[in-house]
DNA sequence: AATGAATGAGGTTTCATTCAT
DNA sequence: GATGAATGAAACCTCATTCAT
């Protein structure tokens, strides 16, 4: 039942992993092959023998970073919790990712300017869906619970705590240039994510 | 008496709308010197005499569109308004402008994910700051006459009435993917910004 | 008998003036008609009136200067002298002028390299003779008065006193260089001269 | 114990030679990287992926010129011979080296016009002073032996030598045509060497 | 599988020259 | 005669990709 790993293996994954850093700093059009294959440690030629072109790297990036994506989310699911407590709990873990990840949000950033068409749609769907749905879900409890106002849109909560999230990570270097205020310092971003928890719970609850 | 206006100057405009709009589309990387010039159908050699470079032009390009985006916030204080209702123009007014001027979004967005050193802090502050010192004015003036929370972050505010009108517009590709609704369309617009008016004037109201 | 002497004669001596100072800096390819026209104060159109061409402009430069040094040489034959004296009269003239003249020195240089084809032989010749004859016309002299050898070949004579002041000059950066002394410094030059004089005449001399 | 050597020594040499011929002929502005990548026979990038950029090829272009003619000034140092001789000996070789090498000529004189800053100081100095100390080693020799005169300025014969040769080389066309004489010819070039050389000699001689 | 060298299309930039007023 | 704007050819340089070993 062994799986056969040889050994270019370790060469892809360098591959892939220098391809992130350079794809998520500089995008599509500023990336480098040469810089990839640089910092990789390995022969510029094995990106072409690997991943056939630029593109398709890319691509490949794209999907192993959904995948990550995918995988903190389903830390979601794993608790029995309250409505809000449940919603609370998405914010933080999305808030520790999107923290803990910059390269995922710069690359999904690029991805958006480029118009998102890199993805297969439904292979995005797959990936994204269930967190989607256990939001939508947890509103629901919250409104059969009577505890959650029962005409909120949930598709505009999805949206708001997607944007919440994506947007502070994405503007905090303009936003702390003129606030004056390090938005991205650990204090700050807890903070933020604290308020966020409130913003939308203050809404949400009747 | 007469106002020396320079055949120079129409060819300059040309340029500059060109180039905002290649830049916006492809980033600082993926635009081409030729295609501005051929869009804006002048001779390329012009693109140097009047901006030197590639990276001056982009400069430039910034800075108009950062100009622009300051003359429309300046609609913000031409009303006399309950601090509530002030909140909620600010908010209608800046969805206008981002569903306006996509480009003006994107740009920004490069801009974001270049780290946002193109443009000098200080410029950028002198731009950006009335808006900034207006919102909060209204949150203190709906604080003061006991309409609003007295505990209310007015950073978090601002961050938050940022990052809702910039977020919607720059995701607005994968969340409607996902969501299976093009966010898009004019009706979503004005529904999204309705909102965003409803969950922040819910939030700081007693 | 008063000859006409329009108002663009200034614009062309300010364009030859730039251009000479633009030549002898670059040379013929280095320099650049933007730069000429713009020292001279004159719009670059009007070297294009006055002188059609680069490369034609480049050949009136080298005309007008070859005339100075033409006229220079013409002191060497104001005065009557020993033949020793007369040849150490024209070293001196000679360092004199090129220490004077630098922009001489080197566009004649840039011109060599460029071996030498942008000036007619007929018209060098009629400049340059003058000057030959008369050394020759001195060394002869000394042989018949039975102050120097009469087996000297006058030709290496003129050879060296050509070489001897051009060389010094052209070479004056890479030499001081090696040396670790400004041979530019006025004593310097001097110094040089009269080492030039003395190993001529010491040459000459029975 | 195979001594590796890379196929792209070749290319690198086959760039170095052509682009000696190129900038000798035509000095660093009219010298042309496609000129230089066709007569070498290799593609265009190579030169960019060996030498950076044109203003390097340059210098190493350079660096390696002197260095060969450092290496034909070591032939000076290998006989015993009397200070007299050894003069002469070094005026015969330099003379066939500059008449065998007129790339050599042509560079350093652009290099001069250029103002000489392409080579470091020191550099510079490491290579020619061996040549510059033995002239002088021998100027001295023949002063102890009261063969030559004591108070000849050791430093002006050095540079007497050096502008001997390189200005007739330099000169070489417009004197030609003036005189009327192919003073490239090789045996006006010899007898030019021994003008040379009985100058020199009569001089120091007591 | 891995490597160093090579390639050619295409990008940015420069510059002599000309047009139109 | 004079000016500012425009032009296009050609220069330098970059980069994804492929060849040959």
Redo the contacts between chains.
């Keep these: 039942m062994k799986v056969r790993k040889p050994k270019s293996q370790i060469t892809i994954n360098k591959i892939l992993t220098s391809a992130l850093e350079e794809f998520s700093e500089?995008?599509?059009?500023?990336a480098r092959i040469d810089s990839i294959a640089a910092n990789a440690g390995v022969n510029k030629r094995m990106i072409y023998e690997h991943f056939e072109n630029k593109e398709n790297l890319y691509k490949e990036v794209l999907t192993s970073v959904y995948e990550k994506c995918a995988e903190s989310e389903r830390e979601f699911f794993s608790e029995d919790l309250r409505p809000q407590d449940a919603i609370r709990n998405v914010v933080r873990i999305y808030f520790k990712f999107l923290y803990d990840n910059p390269d995922f949000v710069?690359i999904?950033?690029?991805?958006?300017?480029n118009?998102?068409d890199s993805i297969p749609?439904q292979q995005?769907?797959s990936i994204?869906?269930p967190a989607?749905e256990y939001i939508k879900y947890q509103v629901n409890r919250g409104k059969e619970q009577g505890i959650f106002k029962a005409d909120v849109?949930n598709?505009?909560i999805?949206?708001?705590l997607?944007?919440?999230g994506?947007?502070?990570f994405?503007?905090?270097?303009?936003?702390s240039?003129?606030?004056e205020?390090d938005?991205g310092a650990p204090e700050e971003v807890s903070?933020?994510a604290e308020?966020v928890c409130?913003?939308?719970i203050?809404?949400l609850t009747k």
Tied chains: 1, 2, 3, 4.
């Design positions: 500089k995008g599509f059009f500023g710069r999904l950033m690029w991805e958006n300017l118009n998102a749609v995005l769907k994204k869906a989607f849109d598709g505009q999805v949206v708001s997607m944007n919440f994506f947007a502070y994405t503007n905090i270097h303009t936003l240039l003129i606030l205020k938005l903070k933020r308020f409130d913003i939308l203050n809404y």
